[in-house]
C-alpha cells in the first residue's frame, strides 16, 4: 500500500471533517450505536487504514456511548503519531487521554472510548477475527485505493460477523476549478487514470469504488445509503486552503505525467498557471460517504 505522511493527513483533516459533517445528516450514527451494542456493555469499531486516528475522532463523538476501537494501518509510524495526534482534539472535547502500551483511552462524562492500535498490511488476506469481534466496520478515504475483489472479500466478511459498515471520503471522480484553465479536463482525466493504479490491492477502483460497494452490498441483503461528503476548497479562506489547493495541483500534476510522461510540457504549463492563482481559486473534489446495515 502506498504511504501517507502525517502531514498530508493533517493538511487533509479539516476539510475531511466539514465534508463529512455536511453527509451527516444522513446517517443516524447515535440510533445506529445503540442498535448495534445491544445489549453489549460497548460498541465494538473496527477502523481500517486509520492513519493517524481522525476517523476515530470523527465517528466517536457522533457514535456516543462506551466504544472499543481497533485501529489499524501497516505504517507504525501514523500508529505512533496516534496519541500525540489526538490529544489537543480530546482537551478541546473534555475528554481525559491515557496510554497504555499498544492503545489509548479517552474518558468523559458521558462517554469512554477504548482504543488498540494494531499493525497490519490490508494488501494481504484480511483475518477473519478481525471483523468477526467488531459490530462496526469502517475506514475513511480507502475504498477508492482497493480493487473490487478487495472489496468483495470484506463485504463477506463483513456479512458473515454481521456487522455494518460504514465508508467515508470515497471519491467519485468529479472535480471541478474556479475559474476553469484550458487544460483541467486533460490533468483529471491522466489523474483519474492514475487512481486506478494497482496501490498494492489489485487494481484500484477510483472514483467507482463507491458506487462498487453498494452494489456488493446490497446483493449480500444490506441496505445501503450514500450520501454527498465533497471537499469545497477556496483560496480566499486563508494560508490552510491555498496550502491545500497547493497539494492538489501539485498532485495532480505529478499524478498525470507519471500516467503520461509524453504530456509533461502542458501539464508544467497548466501547474505553472494554476499555482499563479491559488487565492483566487476554489475546487470542489466529489466524494461518497456510505453506510451499509443489515435489516
Not at 456487522?163 to 483519474?192: C, I, K, N, T
Request: aromatic share 6%; glycine share 8%; charged share 25%.
Amino acid at each position: 500500500m502506498n504511504a501517507f505522511s502525517a502531514g498530508w493527513l493533517a493538511l487533509r483533516e479539516p476539510f475531511d471533517r466539514e465534508a463529512r459533517a455536511a453527509a451527516g445528516a444522513s446517517f443516524d450514527l447515535k440510533g445506529l450505536a445503540a442498535r448495534l451494542r445491544g445489549e453489549a456493555s460497548a460498541l465494538t469499531v473496527l477502523d481500517l487504514a486509520c492513519g493517524t486516528g481522525a476517523n476515530l475522532r470523527e465517528l466517536a463523538p457522533r457514535l456516543g456511548g462506551v466504544q472499543r476501537w481497533t485501529l489499524v494501518d501497516h505504517d507504525p509510524r501514523l500508529l505512533a503519531a496516534v496519541p500525540g495526534v489526538s490529544a489537543p482534539w480530546a482537551r478541546a472535547a473534555g475528554l481525559s487521554m491515557t496510554t497504555s502500551a499498544g492503545g489509548l483511552c479517552f474518558e468523559g462524562p458521558a462517554s469512554r472510548v477504548e482504543v488498540e492500535l494494531l499493525r497490519g498490511d490490508l494488501a494481504r488476506p484480511l483475518d477473519p477475527a478481525l471483523p468477526g469481534r467488531h459490530r462496526l466496520v469502517t475506514a475513511s478515504a480507502l475504498l477508492d485505493l482497493v480493487s473490487a475483489r478487495w472489496i468483495d472479500a470484506l463485504a463477506v466478511r463483513a456479512h458473515e460477523a454481521e456487522a455494518a459498515l460504514l465508508f467515508a471520503l470515497s471519491v467519485d471522480g468529479r472535480a471541478l476549478w474556479q475559474p476553469s484553465l484550458r487544460d483541467d479536463d486533460g490533468v483529471h482525466r491522466l489523474f483519474a487514470a492514475h487512481q486506478r493504479r494497482d496501490k498494492g490491492f489489485g487494481p484500484a477502483l477510483g472514483g467507482d469504488a463507491a458506487q462498487w460497494a453498494a452494489t456488493r452490498l446490497s446483493s449480500l441483503g444490506y441496505e445501503v445509503t450514500q450520501a454527498a461528503s465533497d471537499w469545497h476548497i477556496d483560496g480566499r479562506d486563508g494560508a490552510h486552503s491555498v496550502a491545500m489547493l497547493r497539494a492538489m495541483v501539485e498532485g495532480a500534476a505529478a499524478a498525470a505525467i507519471e500516467q503520461d510522461p509524453s504530456a509533461a510540457p502542458w501539464i508544467r504549463d497548466w501547474t505553472a498557471r494554476r499555482l499563479d492563482r491559488l487565492e483566487r481559486t476554489t475546487l470542489r473534489v466529489g466524494h461518497r460517504d456510505l453506510l451499509a446495515t443489515l435489516p
